[in-house]
């Protein structure tokens, strides 16, 4: 009898035995029956004889990956777990299905194109539901990665110097990279942060008054940020090169107000700058063209000037002085004197700059009109001309100056405009190896600057290379203070 009855309940039919086996599509009527789902591959159960739902291991989630998924959405998603089931296997991410749903087996599933969902952490929010018995487990959404700078400039720099640490970067766990464009030569960035650091590389042009920045090069890039959800960002950025000083190496002076005997030339050889009657040679800030104070010449009554002393070979009458240049700003108090310039008066009033005291002299006369003398080689002084009025100099205003000479002449720029060139001839073997701001000739005081020079440059060089200015077109006037760095 005991075999008859198990005999009884291993039976092939569908109906009216507890245990069965059959095919999907075979469904039992006898509530509470069992039966190996043929099709599945799997036991079942019947509650109330139609509906069958799956026995055994409970469906479980184990990993995802990617492990933050995306706030926008539209990602692929692969859940690692167990009891996964094709056909009778659902999912949703805080109760919004994804747009499709693939069980590759029993222990994964591929979900794509995700639902968008508010940057939070929803607790049991992913769900696997497999023939009516859930897993869950939660999951976190992340926005686009946030740059903690706004987009721009992040500096200009002058060339060959630090960047310091330029802050370019975003949010935790971010990746950066420069995708368009490209950091100035010298620079790089840091992936993990999106900071810039580095020494910015020299500025290769050779614009002849790099102040004003029309020299200055710019690099525009832009920074792609993502995060590790594949999520991007991107922010347009720039970093100014500016340019510096293209004759940097032959600078053999330079004072940019302040010490008058502070010499910033770059030269490897320039010689020092001293004072001569020191005690109404001063700094001043009440005039003054940039920056704090300027450097005062008190001419009147008394000789006042700055000698800058120079190598052999650079002295007036040698080759190597071919091309110098004497430029900055000017500011006369007061003319005093009244000579005049002609062929039976070689000098002016107040000098620019001199060689010497007698050598080589640009100076004013009594109407303000700009001159030139030097001694020639036959050791005599030699009227050489004066500049068209145009050039004049008043009283009680700044201006730009800049004079330029060649083997042949020297030429006259005053704000910016040509004036014109006066001719020039073999100087006096002679000539000190010096020259002489502020003061000319005999140092007597109706001869030496009354007022005041700010930005003061002086290049010395024998090649037409290193000319600040060329051809006889009007310059740029500077409306910042010098850039004394070498490219």
């Not at 200015?469 to 310059?475: D, E, L, P, Q, Y």
Request: aromatic fraction near 8%; hydrophobic fraction near 30%.
């Amino acid at each position: 009898m005991a075999i008859d009855k198990i005999t009884q309940l291993v039976s092939t039919s569908t109906e009216g035995t507890k245990l069965a086996s059959g095919t999907t599509a075979q469904r039992g009527s006898t509530a509470g029956q069992v039966r190996l789902n043929t099709t599945l591959g799997r036991f079942e159960g019947t509650t109330d004889g139609s509906a069958f739902i799956a026995l055994g291991t409970v469906p479980s989630i184990t990993s995802f990956s990617p492990s933050t998924l995306s706030s926008a959405g539209g990602e692929t998603v692969v859940i690692t777990g167990t009891g996964f089931a094709v056909g009778l296997t659902t999912v949703t991410l805080n109760g919004t299905a994804p747009s499709s749903i693939t069980v590759n087996s029993t222990t994964q599933i591929t979900i794509a194109g995700t639902p968008a969902k508010s940057a939070a952490t929803y607790t049991d929010g992913m769900v696997v539901t497999v023939d009516g018995v859930q897993a869950t487990a939660s999951f976190s959404t992340s926005g686009l990665p946030a740059f903690t700078t706004a987009a721009g400039s992040l500096g200009s720099f002058q060339e060959q110097t630090s960047v310091g640490t330029l802050v370019g970067g975003s949010d935790v766990g971010t990746s950066h990279v420069v995708t368009t464009g490209s950091l100035p030569s010298g620079l790089s960035i840091a992936s993990a942060s999106g900071n810039i650091t580095g020494t910015i590389g020299a500025n290769t042009n050779t614009a002849s008054i790099p102040e004003n920045g029309t020299g200055d090069v710019t690099s525009t890039f832009t920074i792609t940020a993502t995060d590790a959800e594949s999520q991007t960002s991107t922010r347009q950025f720039t970093i100014g090169n500016k340019q510096g000083d293209p004759v940097f190496g032959n600078t053999y002076f330079a004072n940019t107000g302040g010490t008058p005997t502070t010499n910033l030339g770059g030269a490897s050889d320039k010689g020092s700058a001293t004072i001569g009657n020191a005690g109404i040679i001063s700094s001043h800030s009440s005039i003054k063209k940039f920056g704090s104070d300027a450097v005062l010449f008190n001419g009147t009554g008394a000789a006042a000037h700055l000698d800058v002393a120079v190598p052999a070979d650079r002295a007036f009458n040698e080759s190597n002085a071919n091309y110098l240049c004497f430029e900055g700003w000017g500011y006369l108090s007061n003319n005093t004197g009244n000579l005049t310039w002609g062929s039976s008066t070689s000098y002016g009033n107040q000098g620019f700059l001199a060689a010497g005291d007698t050598y080589m002299s640009i100076s004013i006369d009594g109407s303000g009109r700009v001159g030139f003398y030097q001694y020639n080689s036959s050791s005599s002084a030699d009227y050489r001309g004066q500049w068209a009025t145009t050039g004049n100099i008043s009283t009680g205003a700044w201006f730009h100056f800049l004079f330029q000479t060649s083997p042949t002449d020297i030429k006259y720029w005053k704000d910016g405009t040509y004036i014109g060139s006066v001719g020039r001839v073999a100087n006096n073997s002679g000539t000190p190896h010096q020259y002489r701001i502020g003061g000319s000739l005999n140092n007597t005081g109706s001869r030496n600057w009354d007022g005041a020079f700010d930005e003061l440059r002086l290049t010395v060089s024998g090649s037409s290379a290193d000319a600040r200015a060329t051809g006889t077109g009007n310059i740029t006037v500077p409306t910042e203070g010098l850039r004394l760095y070498t490219t």
